[in-house]
């Protein structure tokens, strides 16, 4: 990487180097398993203009998106999620039967059921062909489509313009930022809103959350950064939301520019939080590395203690921070036999690079492990309820991150 893909600048500085891993969603059936698979580096760098933290694009959208094996509605809290969002939007923006919505990056029709169900208008924009179909079966319209400028004049040509337009969890996916954000422009009417969700690097690095870093994720936001990202599109930042999802993320509430008016002070809040942080100068930044380097060791002293003492540790989930994590300590079905996860979809495959075998649930309490490590963290509160079952053979939850806890589950 040599220019910064939001301002162009050449001034790029190392935060993190976790080596060199296969796409994080890239699970192998088994007769992939003797032939190669290609890894690409995974260093996290930051521009010391604008402050965008970034990797470089070293694989396209159209690779990992176009089939995909993450469908949001396994999650039943990122469903309720969604739920309440759709609620509160629709009091902000005032939706009501006359109006018109749009999600990019729609996924399985997760969020847009909620607004279905409000008798609104809406439509998905989703590029990945097998999440999109299931959107449909859902009674969700949607269209099977990458954002450009081009996507969002035609949706708008065909539909009217968007009094809201929903964009979670697909701004760090797009590595041309510039051309994604007009195109959420050319699909939001003049006086519309557009609502952003996006992992905080504030609280990615406070909390030792290095496993969110993978090919897909394009760049990692700060409020800072993110006024820029907007107002390359023609958006400004008008309000933001501090959420616990995804271990702390950003809701950027936008306008386009000739209706936005003044920001309000939870912006000048956040940004003020960034700057004690340390996140507008390389102060903020250097320490990151060291840490990470720590939750590799803890994690892996674990692992090797347990098997030297004769004790089973199998996982939890299957997502895309978790292969991160799994590439970067080197762990293998040595260490990690298996690990299991809701989605059908990806029963029988195994995470790529590390070649462990993906199973249902159900495996777990067959199995009665000794201990269960918790890929997806994030979900914490969630799983440590669903999980609560390990207890009746006195079994515990590994959590990793943001540092190595293990925790005894009640029922």
């Avoid at 029709?109 to 999109?132: A, I, K, M, Q, T």
């Avoid at 674990?302 to 997502?319: H, N, Q």
């Avoid at 292969?323 to 970067?328: A, E, G, I, P, R």
Wanted: with cysteine; net charge negative.
């Amino acid at each position: 990487m040599t220019r910064c893909r939001l301002c162009g600048s050449t001034a790029l500085e190392s935060v993190v180097d976790l080596g060199a891993t296969p796409p994080c969603e890239s699970f192998l059936a088994a007769e992939r398993l003797d032939a190669p698979e290609p890894t690409y580096p995974l260093h996290l760098r930051v521009c010391t203009d604008c402050w965008l933290a970034q990797i470089p694009p070293l694989i396209t959208p159209e690779e990992t998106f176009s089939e995909y094996a993450y469908f949001s509605s396994y999650s039943s809290s990122w469903v309720e999620h969604a739920r309440v969002f759709v609620e509160d939007a629709a009091a902000r923006v005032g939706l009501g039967e006359d109006s018109f919505v749009v999600e990019v990056a729609s996924n399985d029709g997760y969020l847009l059921r909620h607004v279905v169900d409000r008798d609104v208008r809406c439509l998905g924009v989703e590029p990945s062909v097998n999440v999109g179909a299931a959107a449909r079966e859902a009674g969700v319209p949607t269209l099977t489509a990458f954002l450009s400028p081009e996507t969002g004049a035609a949706v708008r040509a065909e539909h009217g313009p968007a009094d809201l337009v929903v964009a979670n969890n697909v701004y760090a996916h797009i590595p041309d930022v510039i051309g994604f954000t007009k195109g959420l422009r050319a699909l939001v009417a003049d006086d519309g809103w557009v609502s952003v969700e996006v992992q905080h690097l504030l609280t990615l690095i406070e909390e030792n959350q290095y496993d969110t870093i993978y090919h897909e994720h394009f760049q990692y936001y700060t409020v800072a950064s993110a006024i820029r990202a907007l107002a390359s599109g023609g958006l400004t930042l008008v309000d933001v939301e501090l959420l616990p999802t995804h271990g702390g993320s950003l809701r950027l509430w936008a306008r386009p520019e000739e209706a936005a008016g003044e920001p309000g002070r939870r912006v000048a809040d956040v940004l003020a939080r960034e700057k004690a942080a340390g996140l507008q100068e390389l102060s903020g930044y250097t320490e990151f590395s060291a840490r990470v380097a720590k939750v590799r060791r803890d994690l892996l002293r674990f692992l090797v203690d347990a098997a030297e003492e004769g004790r089973t540790v199998v996982g939890y989930g299957a997502p895309g921070k978790g292969n991160t994590l799994l590439n970067h300590c080197g762990i293998r079905p040595d260490l990690l036999p298996y690990t299991v996860d809701r989605n059908p979809y990806k029963h029988g495959r195994y995470t790529p690079g590390t070649r462990i075998p993906v199973l249902p649930p159900e495996r777990i309490a067959a199995d009665r492990p000794d201990y269960v490590l918790v890929l997806p963290w994030n979900l914490r509160a969630e799983l440590v309820e669903q999980l609560a079952y390990v207890h009746e053979w006195g079994g515990r939850l590994v959590f990793p991150i943001p540092e190595l806890s293990i925790v005894e589950v009640e029922r």
